[in-house]
Each structure stands twice: as C-alpha cells, then as structure tokens.
C-alpha cells in the first residue's frame, strides 16, 4: 500500500523558515518524480514543485522560486520542502505528491504552515 | 502559464442524478487533463487521467471525455460518497501544473 506521510508543518513568523519532510513507503520510491502541491485555508489547489527521480531536475511556481528549496532522499525513501522566507501567503496544507507523469496518483495527508505574527 | 476554468463553480444536485462539470483551458492542452475528487478535511483523490481513462478503483459511473481546450467530468447517478470538490488539472508540456478553481457538488 502507498503511504505518504508528511511532517514539519506548524506555526512560523513572517519570513521565517520551515522544512517539511514526506516519508514514503509501499512503492520504489526512486522510480518516481514527486510532488508538493499546496492549499490555502478555504482555497483551491496550487501545484508548488516536483523533483525527478535523481533529483537532477527540479521545477517551482514562480511564486516560490528563489525561496522554496525541493530536495529528496533515495536512500532514506524521502522528500522535503525547505521553505525560506516564509509569507502570509504561504500559509497552506502542503501535500507530499507521487507524479506518475504529472498524474498526482497519491496524496499524503498535509501538514498544515501558518506564517503569522 | 496555462489557465484553467471550471464552471459551475458549485451546483446542487440529488441522489441518482446526472451530473456534469466542465473544464476549460486557456490554450489546447490536447487531452492531458486529471480530474480530482476532495473531501472536506481529506487529500484529494485521483479520478481521472488523459480526459477520459478512469484510474484504477474509481467507480464506472466518473467517467471524462474531451480535447483541446474543452473537458467534461460526468457523474452518473450520484450517490451520497460523491458529494465533494472536483478539480481538474492540466499536465500538458511544461511546469507550472495548473489546477482549475474546483467545482462544489452540493446535496440539494
């Protein structure tokens, strides 16, 4: 069974930091580009970056270039999203993401950032 | 970047009704085109790939068809569990991957 389970999330000041982690399990991991994909409280969803399998391509919404950092571990069968800077626009459930050919096939259950004052 | 726009952006329906949301795009993305379903509280659920190719487990009466710019997800007789947010998401080309606005299917 694929399990995606995500952690890091919590309450952060503006321009702070915060590094989520996804710890995956149930697949080969390493065979799979994946994904973080983000909601804002009431909002719809918001594709943030995904990474390929070796982690040699890397891909960003404008809106996190520059601040957000994806990186994986094969070895440890993990993604993480460190994010810089943080803003109140932030503020979302971020998803850790298996892209089958940017078919987002599972989702973890999200970990909720709140960057406020 | 592509845009995507769902219309209704939510609809009330009844048990055993037909329903159909659509899905358009800012410019042809062919049929590379996913339909999620979310719950209130959950993670979304992967219903649909390439417009109309059911994922595995989704019951027969989600199915999809369009090309182009123009999509439809139809639900066929609704049951209670399809009361949710539907979104579509376009994978054609390049990143960003862009989701519609989502569609509330709503118990009348």
């Known amino acids: 069974e694929v399990q995606l389970v995500e952690s890091g999330g919590g309450l952060v000041q503006p321009g702070g930091s915060l590094r989520l982690s996804c710890a995956a399990s149930?697949?080969?991991?390493?065979?799979?580009?994946m994904t973080w994909v983000r909601q804002a409280p009431g909002k719809g969803l918001e594709w943030v970056a995904n990474i390929k399998q070796d982690g040699s391509e890397k891909y960003y919404v404008d809106s996190v270039k520059g601040r957000f950092t994806i990186s994986r571990d094969n070895a440890k069968n993990s993604l993480y999203l460190q994010m810089n800077s943080l803003r109140a626009e932030d503020t979302a459930v971020y998803y850790c993401?298996?892209?089958?050919?940017?078919?987002?096939?599972?989702w973890g259950q999200g970990t909720l950032v709140t960057v406020s004052s | 970047d592509i845009q995507m726009t769902q219309s209704p952006s939510s609809l009330s329906a009844s048990v055993g009704d037909r329903v159909t949301i659509t899905c358009r795009a800012s410019q042809s993305i062919s049929t590379y085109l996913n339909w999620y379903q979310q719950k209130p509280g959950k993670a979304p659920k992967f219903l649909i790939y390439a417009a109309s190719s059911l994922q595995s487990g989704v019951p027969s009466r989600f199915s999809g068809s369009g090309s182009g710019t123009d999509f439809t997800l139809t639900i066929n007789s609704l049951q209670p569990e399809d009361f949710a947010t539907y979104y579509c998401q376009q994978s054609y080309s390049t990143p960003p991957w862009t989701f519609g606005q989502g569609t509330k299917v709503e118990i009348k």
């Open positions: 993401v298996r892209d089958k050919n940017v078919n987002f096939d599972y």
């Open positions: 149930g697949f080969t991991f390493s065979n799979f580009w």
